[in-house]
């Protein structure tokens, strides 16, 4: 069955940066794009950013452009999601979650069970 | 750009229908037929219960329905279970290969 299978949980200091990793299964990796998703403790979803296996393209939400960056590794099959100079507001639960290009960005029907990052001092 | 709109909460009791509100913009809502609802349990991953303003996956029992009206997106959950008691979210298209969520909002089943 279709899984995306999240890195464990990360405790970082304010500045430092944090890479979670998200390993996908039973699907053509190329076929879908990866979207990051983050939610903040009792707060609503947020959309972040999203990047194609097939080629290579992202998009980023802007207030996350510049200080994300997402990779993929298609031997692995697994989508990778680096945020820089985290501070305090960075504390939230990361999604990564299955979709499309363009307006199919809006369609993220499978999910992964969430990274949590907690950025303290 | 600014989140999409959603009242914090709704309910119903048992067997009643409820509809939830998610307003937009032109620039989002009104400009495209790409608007989601995911449900979200405590402590779990949002799941996928409408796209494209009115299609379910499969598996989306059919007592979960999307519509549209100009800025205006709605989820109406008929016949309420307990097991709907959660959180829902809408999602839109907001051009430029960008999405938005709107804020949430908590269903209760009295």
């Known amino acids: 069955q279709v899984q995306l299978v999240q890195s464990g949980a990360e405790v970082k200091k304010p500045g430092a940066s944090v890479k979670v990793s998200c390993k996908t299964s039973g699907y053509t990796f190329s076929s879908y794009v990866i979207s990051w998703v983050r939610q903040a403790p009792g707060q609503g979803l947020e959309w972040m950013a999203w990047?194609?296996?097939?080629?290579?393209?992202?998009h980023y939400a802007q207030r996350f452009q510049g200080r994300v960056t997402m990779t993929i590794d298609t031997s692995t099959t697994t989508a990778y999601m680096e945020l820089r100079n985290l501070t305090s507001d960075d504390t939230a639960v990361y999604y990564c979650a299955r979709g499309g290009t363009g307006e199919y960005s809006t369609i993220l029907d499978v999910w992964g069970r969430g990274t949590t990052v907690t950025v303290s001092s | 750009q600014s989140a999409l709109t959603q009242p914090p909460s709704a309910s119903g009791s048992p067997g009643q229908s409820v509809t939830i509100s998610c307003s937009g913009t032109s620039r989002d809502i009104g400009g495209y037929n790409y608007v989601s609802w995911y449900q979200q349990h405590p402590g779990k991953a949002p799941k996928l219960m409408v796209y494209?303003?009115?299609k379910r996956p499969s598996g989306v029992p059919d007592r979960f329905s999307g519509s549209k009206s100009g800025y205006t997106a709605s989820l109406t959950v008929s016949g309420l279970q307990a097991e709907d008691e959660a959180d829902y979210y809408c999602s839109s298209y907001a051009g430029s290969n960008k999405s938005l969520f709107g804020g949430g909002t908590k269903l209760t089943v009295l």
């Open positions: 990047i194609s296996p097939y080629s290579g393209a992202t």
């Open positions: 494209e303003v009115s």
